[in-house]
């Protein structure tokens, strides 16, 4: 199965500053069959169901605002929040559907 | 979009539950369903996937072979059968369906 870990698993912000986030997993996201990469991210909130923020590397979820990006290639990705808002924070989990079972990072949690 | 799971509850080790998750506001028939869960003070699980026939099953191997999941297209609805629970089975269980999620049910393994 795919190992994906995330770092840092606690990441203290500021609102107004910037935030990133790493995901590392065990092996390529990349297919080579369609040239795209399989890494998605979410956000969980407290008391709320997990948000689709990013998908297929770096393609931005219908709704998300465009201060988050996706980016990476291979086994290293980042996600990252370009000026962070008070509505961001929560527990953030990168996740590989390459192959099944997809299997999600272990979470990192933005607080002020 | 809309997915509703329904099911969760107390039941004991050992013992067995079905969790039902009824969409509406797609054509129900044409996607994946996958179920995800998160144990207390956990991450997020992912638990399996139905194709959109049916015709294909996938498990994480901590529940393979315990669990079954099936759907009823003529009733928008996904079933996940957890078999042989265990209290590492207890937390919160959502209904996806990408990149939408259920509310989540909470199944507590606890005698």
């Known amino acids: 199965d795919f190992v994906l870990t995330q770092t840092p698993l606690s990441l203290p912000v500021t609102p107004g500053e910037p935030a990133s986030i790493s995901c590392r997993s065990s092996?390529?996201?990349?297919?080579?069959?369609?040239?795209?990469?399989?890494v998605d991210w979410y956000l969980h909130r407290p008391g709320q169901s997990p948000q689709l923020l990013i998908y297929t590397l770096s393609n931005r979820a219908s709704g998300v605002p465009d201060r988050f990006s996706g980016s990476g290639s291979g086994t290293d990705f980042t996600l990252r929040i370009s000026r962070v808002e008070a509505e961001d924070f929560g527990v953030y989990y990168c996740m590989q559907r390459l192959e099944f079972p997809h299997t999600f990072g272990g979470g990192t949690k933005v607080e002020i | 979009v809309r997915l509703v799971e329904s099911g969760g509850g107390v039941v004991q080790p050992g013992r067995s539950l079905r969790l039902s998750c009824e969409a509406s506001g797609f054509t129900f028939s044409s996607y994946p369903i996958h179920w995800v869960r998160q144990a207390p003070g956990k991450g997020l699980e992912w638990v399996a996937v139905?194709?959109?026939?049916?015709?294909?099953?996938y498990f994480a191997e901590s529940v393979k072979g315990r669990f079954t999941i099936s759907r009823d297209n003529s009733k928008n609805t996904v079933f996940l059968q957890m078999n042989s629970l265990t209290t590492d089975d207890t937390a919160v269980y959502y209904c996806?369906?990408?990149?939408?999620w259920g509310q989540g049910t909470l199944v507590t393994v606890s005698s």
């Open positions: 996806v369906c990408s990149p939408d």
């Open positions: 139905i194709s959109y026939d049916g015709s294909k099953k």
């Open positions: 092996q390529s996201l990349f297919d080579s069959d369609d040239g795209n990469t399989y």
